[in-house]
């Protein structure tokens, strides 16, 4: 069985990270849930552009797919700004919901994207000895 490259592993923690870190809690007041989630959204998507990142210097991915990467991750910083300066009014947990709302959205586009791009699989034969590696006659 051959071991995930480590890109693979931490874009798989990129899907998860939000609903651990940003959970709904009834002790916090819903400015404060809001922003926690916020912050999650931004580490994920400072994780994503840093995978975008990786596979660009790789070269597993071009120019424009490491342009739509940044595009996405500008504009979830714009939203995350607006949407933390908007929170001081919210009353409401279901407020401060829709007011994350497009900002989390940004972040499952850049994860999408992220997880679209195709990565060349490396052959086992490079990796394996030669007396694994079974041929037919």
């Not at 998860?16 to 009834?26: D, F, I, K, W, Y």
């Not at 900002?103 to 086992?124: D, E, G, R």
Request: proline share 6%; aromatic share 6%.
């Amino acid at each position: 069985m051959r071991k995930a490259p480590p890109v693979l592993l931490l874009a798989l923690l990129l899907v998860a990270l939000p609903s651990l870190v940003g959970c709904n809690s009834t002790t916090l007041p819903p400015d404060r849930v809001a922003l926690n989630t916020l912050q999650s959204v931004k580490a994920s998507a400072e994780a994503a552009i840093t995978v975008a990142g990786t596979l660009y210097s790789q070269g597993s991915i071009t120019d424009a797919q490491k342009a739509q990467a940044i595009t996405l991750y500008k504009q979830i910083e714009a939203s995350s700004k607006t949407a933390a300066a908007a929170l001081r009014f919210a009353t409401t947990q279901g407020q401060a919901d829709l007011i994350v709302q497009d900002t989390t959205n940004l972040l499952v586009q850049l994860q999408k994207l992220i997880a679209s791009f195709s990565v060349p699989k490396t052959s086992y034969r490079a990796h394996a000895p030669a007396w694994l590696i079974w041929s037919p006659v």
